[in-house]
């Protein structure tokens, strides 16, 4: 990233940083050209392994030990860092930006390997697939020696890119559409359409839940819940069957616009992924997004379902949402749904069905309930499993 948002990236980042770790109060921080500096002094490494990989924005992260800009101290803690890592090949790779150190970046490998060799009997170089590598850092803030890259959660630090509004079903994939938003520096809201007594109230607390894991990668989302039945009974009487889903999804548009409207969010987001089922057609997108003047981002519109599983369990989603609740579309899955709606046709049948459509969106969005959710409430996926059971 270049140009004048670089540093208000890193400082709200820095900042990211900070909070994930508020609970080590002996750590402290330094910003330096692109790079935080995290001293431990004391707090062992592997505490903050975890937290770090969940925050958006770092690229990777490494375990380093900073020595004096001399290379007696380089070489013996180069050494003691292979000996404790114990590998059979090795590579030393360095870099230097202090100008006024007396060794270039291609002296120092070989000081340094030399060295390395000469104190490790049966250990090899092996420039191309070493085993362990190990970085040489010559900076002006110091010189840093490290052997681990741990690769970091990518993206944009959250709030980077204004508001997005997900809609969240109970299912594998909208979760997972909202971590890839957030991963882009969004910050998120969440929608879901609950459709009692054909959803259980279960069905809402996984939704609930999926909305905690969400927020446990540094965004807390506010979840409107949207009772969601007086619709879904309206169209099961007076729309095709087989066109239930697109209509049931472009009222679910249109309420998502309303509450993306007061929220000040300038697009929706859904778990959509190209032909995955019948209502994820193009043509049923098409008729669906006509349905809303937001943009409808799709962030998984390319992924198969083996990937996008894949990121559920990374990102942690996974094990709740196949939690078996049903959700309000599960209900009322049409038998054979049409696969190639035309939006004319769509619109003309939505004209004639003598559907009360601003009335039944107003109630419903009377009856919202809005509920904040935090990274430290309480994980319900325990009591879900109890319930269930
Ligand atoms: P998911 O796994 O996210 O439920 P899916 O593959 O089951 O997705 P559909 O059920 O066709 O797909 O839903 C498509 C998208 O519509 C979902 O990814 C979600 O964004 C949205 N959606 C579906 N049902 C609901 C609901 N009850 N509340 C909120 N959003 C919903
Ligand atoms: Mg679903």
New binding site residues.
């Given amino acids: 990233m270049k140009g004048k948002n670089r540093a208000q990236f890193e400082l709200r980042l820095v900042e990211d940083v900070r909070q994930r770790l508020a609970a080590f109060p002996a750590l402290t921080f330094r910003r330096v050209h692109g790079r935080l500096y995290i001293e431990l002094n004391g707090t062992p490494f592997e505490a903050l392994n975890e937290p770090l990989s969940r925050v958006f924005g770092v690229i990777s992260f490494s375990p380093a030990v900073r020595v004096k800009p001399e290379l007696e101290p380089i070489l013996e803690t180069a050494l003691a860092l292979i000996q404790a890592a114990g590998p059979k090949t090795f590579k030393v790779s360095a870099r230097r930006t202090a100008r006024n150190f007396p060794y270039s970046s291609q002296e120092i490998p070989r000081l340094v390997g030399a060295h390395i060799l000469k104190n490790t009997p049966g250990l090899k170089v092996d420039v191309h697939t070493p085993e362990v590598e190990l970085f040489i850092e010559v900076r002006q803030e110091g010189v840093f020696i490290y052997d681990r890259v741990y690769p970091g959660a990518g993206g944009f630090p959250v709030g980077t890119s204004g508001k997005v509004l ?12 909202g971590w890839y938003m957030l991963r882009k520096g969004a910050t998120l809201g969440a ?5 009692p007594p054909y ?1 259980s109230e279960r069905a809402k607390l996984k ?1 609930i839940e999926l909305a905690r894991i969400l927020s446990l990668w540094g965004n807390r989302v506010r979840l409107t819940v ?1 009772p ?1 039945t007086e619709i879904q009974e309206a169209l099961k009487a007076r729309v095709p069957e087989s066109l239930l ?1 697109t209509f049931m ?1 472009r009222y ?1 548009m249109r309420i998502a616009e309303k509450i993306a409207e007061d929220a000040g969010a300038l697009a929706l ?5 190209l032909g ?2 019948a ?2 057609t193009l043509e049923n997108m098409h008729v669906i997004n006509a349905a809303t003047r937001l943009p409808v981002l799709r962030p998984l519109v390319g992924l198969d379902k083996t990937e996008i599983i894949a990121m559920a369990r990374k990102i942690g989603t996974y094990e709740t ?1 196949i939690l078996p609740y049903a ?4 209900v009322f899955t049409p038998e054979r749904p049409q696969t190639k709606p035309r939006l004319i046709n769509v619109e003309r049948i939505e004209a004639r069905a003598g559907l009360d459509q601003e009335g039944m969106i107003a109630r419903a969005l009377q009856g919202v309930e809005v509920l904040d959710i935090t990274p430290d409430m309480p994980q319900i996926v325990e009591g879900l499993v109890d319930v269930y059971l």
């Avoid at 987001?269 to 992924?273: I, K």
């Fill in positions: 997900l809609l969240l079903s109970g299912g594998i994939d909208s979760p997972v559409a929608v879901y359409f609950h459709s959803t939704v949207v969601f889903t999804r679910m987001a859904t778990g959509e992924s995955q089922v209502s994820q949402s959700d309000c579309c599960t």
